[in-house]
């Protein structure tokens, strides 16, 4: 089945701990990107990926950093400059003419304390 | 002003009830439209597009009207299963580069 996979879906960490989210597709999708989505709020955009090796970021970058060295996986780490870190993730993928059309993993929920 | 407004809601209709949301965009070279369902705890899954002549799936339409730009989405005979929360996501392409932005959602609950 091709799809978008996230682990783990629960992650509890302690403030000043950096963490790193997975984030696998097997849809062949060029574009990745990286969401937070706080209670009540929208999807805030933190980072994306067109292309393997080059990744832009988005609205709230600060506190986040990734990576894109393989066209499946977008991991995104969560460093401890990052104030308030406790959000529930979504990653996603698109084709990169449509990019309105993403897809979504199952999201993992942080919580920092 | 936010680049795109939805009402949050809740919108609390009982069964078979017709149920429309709209939202607002602010950017006037927005290019196409679309809407997302999110369920409780979920991830957003795109439930459909919106066209310039408006387009219909099933129970639901779809329509744009870009001179006051906003999208709007009618559910008619509502399911216990359309409760969710509503995304529209609106984007603007240019040459090389697309931007997707995601509204804040419009919380709908079907009652029995």
């Known amino acids: 089945d091709g799809g978008i996979t996230q682990s783990p879906k629960y992650l509890f960490r302690k403030e000043g701990q950096n963490v790193t989210l997975s984030c696998e597709q097997n849809l062949n999708h060029d574009a990745m990107y990286w969401y937070r989505q706080d209670p009540g709020q929208g999807l805030r955009l933190i980072y994306y990926?067109?292309?393997?090796?080059?990744?832009q970021k988005g609205d709230i970058a600060e506190g986040y950093s990734v990576s894109r060295e393989k066209k499946e996986s977008f991991p995104l780490t969560v460093t401890s400059a990052q104030k308030n870190p406790t959000a529930f993730y979504l990653c996603a993928s698109s084709t990169r003419d449509s990019a309105y059309e993403q897809y979504f993993g199952p999201g993992t929920r942080l919580t920092v304390t | 002003r936010k680049e795109v407004e939805q009402d949050p809601g809740p919108f609390n209709v009982p069964e078979g009830a017709t149920v429309a949301f709209n939202c607002t965009y602010s950017?006037?070279?927005?290019?196409?439209f679309f809407w997302y369902r999110q369920d409780c705890r979920k991830e957003p899954k795109l439930l459909m597009s919106?066209?310039?002549s408006g387009n219909e799936d099933g129970r639901f339409t779809a329509q744009l009207n870009r001179a006051s730009q906003y999208i709007s989405l009618l559910i008619r005979d509502s399911k216990l299963s359309d409760s969710a929360t509503y995304l529209c996501v609106v984007n603007i392409a240019g040459r090389g580069y697309q931007k997707v932005t995601f509204g804040t959602g419009t919380k709908l609950q079907v009652i029995p």
């Open positions: 950017n006037s070279a927005s290019q196409s």
């Open positions: 919106v066209y310039s």
């Open positions: 990926s067109q292309i393997v090796n080059d990744f």
